[in-house]
């Protein structure tokens, strides 16, 4: 050799690439490509964000404690068990990192969200891949995957492409058919916008035992995807691990002070959930009236079937002309859908608009 070599592992995956933002022609494209939160962040976040500015001189504390008490506080859980990170796919790599690794294998669903692909296969694991029913995760697949090698099962619940979920007796089937050794983490980014009364995020699987995680992260209905802040409830002896793999200073002090006025803002989980649930209903309605198959989501955006590639693709495009971004999945293995992001009341009319033309074209 006479150049440095990266590990194989590094080349066995293609690097995540995020929706995009930009389009030719429209210096202020509408964005419903990442599934943001409509409304941007909470006022008193950026009022947080000016006042701490002053302080950047200083380290952060490595704990986020302050956050952590105030998540505790709001969630009515115990700040000792939460971990917060640099988004809450920080989190979920430190748990593939420490419990994975080559000969170990990895479960999740289909379609499930690419970052457990991508982290387990940069960690060394085998990365199973569950068939799902009707585009929700199938437990008795994901069981039927199980062997002496399996280490950790990935669900994301809702789930991302899609916006399926599991009701809560279904994840509970899983977490009791699973063997003890092996780590369930339950990826609940989108677990504030569920309806569903059969529903539960994970905190119950948790404190059932000791090998549940639940992520979740400020970067949906908190309007914050820019601060990379995410957190996790584990058990105590995963808290220890994940504190000992993490970064010294994971978390800014930006981030913390906007997490902690975020969770203080009022009404702000109330309004948001209430917004996402009347134009999600809306703009299903106005698609389905179109004669387009809308997957049901329990997240803030929804999954369109076009039947097949080149319809989806001349539906992007019809978006596109009229300055709207929205999401193919080809890389999910579903070329033939778009996912389209909830955004405000008059950018989901727009897309209804576009859309019933389009398929009356």
Same mark, same amino acid.
């Given at each position: 050799m006479n150049k440095p070599v990266a590990r194989a592992e590094i080349f066995s *995956? $293609? +690097?995540?690439?995020?929706?995009e933002s930009k389009l030719a022609g429209f210096e202020k494209p509408i964005k419903l490509s990442s599934n943001e939160g409509a409304f941007g962040p909470p006022p008193g976040a950026l009022r947080a964000i000016a006042? *701490? $500015? +002053?302080?950047?001189?200083?380290?952060?504390?490595?704990?986020?404690?302050?956050?952590?008490?105030?998540l505790g506080e709001k969630f009515s859980l115990d700040p000792e068990r939460i971990v917060c990170g640099n988004g809450s796919d920080e989190i979920l790599t430190l748990l593939i990192q420490s419990y994975g690794g080559p000969g170990t294998e990895l479960i999740m669903s289909e379609h499930g969200f690419s970052i457990y692909e991508i982290s387990g296969k940069l960690a060394g694991c085998t990365?199973?891949?569950?068939?799902?029913?009707?585009?929700?995760?199938?437990?008795?697949?994901i069981l039927a995957l199980v062997s002496p090698a399996t280490r950790m099962v990935f669900i994301a619940n809702p789930n991302n492409p899609t916006g399926t979920a599991l009701g809560q007796s279904e994840m509970e089937r899983l977490r009791n058919a699973l063997p003890k050794h092996v780590l369930l983490v339950l990826d609940a980014a989108y677990s504030e916008y569920v309806e569903r009364a059969d529903y539960e995020a994970g905190v119950k699987l948790v404190d059932a035992g000791e090998n549940t995680v639940m992520t979740r992260t400020f970067s949906k209905i908190f309007g914050m995807g820019g601060t990379?802040?995410?957190?996790?409830?584990?058990?105590?002896?995963?808290?220890?691990?994940?504190?000992?793999?993490?970064?010294?200073f994971p978390v800014n002090n930006f981030a913390v002070a906007a997490g902690i006025a975020a969770l203080e803002e009022p009404g702000w989980l109330e309004m948001s959930r209430a917004h996402n649930s009347a134009e999600r209903r809306r703009l299903t309605e106005r698609l389905t009236q179109a004669g387009l198959t809308v997957i049901p989501s329990e997240a803030n955006f929804i999954l369109v079937d076009f039947s097949n590639v080149?319809?989806?693709?001349a539906a992007d495009m019809h978006l596109r002309k009229h300055g709207i971004i929205v999401r193919q999945v080809k890389s999910y293995g579903l070329p033939h859908c778009l996912r389209i992001t909830?955004?405000?009341a008059a950018e989901c009319s727009l897309?209804?608009?576009?859309?019933?033309?389009?398929?009356h074209g």
């Amino acid at each position: 050799m006479n150049k440095p070599v990266a590990r194989a592992e590094i080349f066995s *995956v $293609a +690097a995540y690439v995020g929706g995009e933002s930009k389009l030719a022609g429209f210096e202020k494209p509408i964005k419903l490509s990442s599934n943001e939160g409509a409304f941007g962040p909470p006022p008193g976040a950026l009022r947080a964000i000016a006042e *701490v $500015a +002053a302080t950047m001189h200083r380290y952060p504390d490595g704990g986020s404690l302050k956050l952590r008490q105030a998540l505790g506080e709001k969630f009515s859980l115990d700040p000792e068990r939460i971990v917060c990170g640099n988004g809450s796919d920080e989190i979920l790599t430190l748990l593939i990192q420490s419990y994975g690794g080559p000969g170990t294998e990895l479960i999740m669903s289909e379609h499930g969200f690419s970052i457990y692909e991508i982290s387990g296969k940069l960690a060394g694991c085998t990365v199973l891949k569950a068939p799902e029913k009707d585009l929700t995760t199938d437990v008795d697949a994901i069981l039927a995957l199980v062997s002496p090698a399996t280490r950790m099962v990935f669900i994301a619940n809702p789930n991302n492409p899609t916006g399926t979920a599991l009701g809560q007796s279904e994840m509970e089937r899983l977490r009791n058919a699973l063997p003890k050794h092996v780590l369930l983490v339950l990826d609940a980014a989108y677990s504030e916008y569920v309806e569903r009364a059969d529903y539960e995020a994970g905190v119950k699987l948790v404190d059932a035992g000791e090998n549940t995680v639940m992520t979740r992260t400020f970067s949906k209905i908190f309007g914050m995807g820019g601060t990379r802040l995410g957190w996790g409830y584990a058990p105590p002896a995963v808290v220890d691990v994940l504190n000992r793999v993490r970064p010294p200073f994971p978390v800014n002090n930006f981030a913390v002070a906007a997490g902690i006025a975020a969770l203080e803002e009022p009404g702000w989980l109330e309004m948001s959930r209430a917004h996402n649930s009347a134009e999600r209903r809306r703009l299903t309605e106005r698609l389905t009236q179109a004669g387009l198959t809308v997957i049901p989501s329990e997240a803030n955006f929804i999954l369109v079937d076009f039947s097949n590639v080149e319809r989806a693709s001349a539906a992007d495009m019809h978006l596109r002309k009229h300055g709207i971004i929205v999401r193919q999945v080809k890389s999910y293995g579903l070329p033939h859908c778009l996912r389209i992001t909830i955004g405000t009341a008059a950018e989901c009319s727009l897309v209804a608009e576009h859309l019933t033309a389009f398929s009356h074209g």
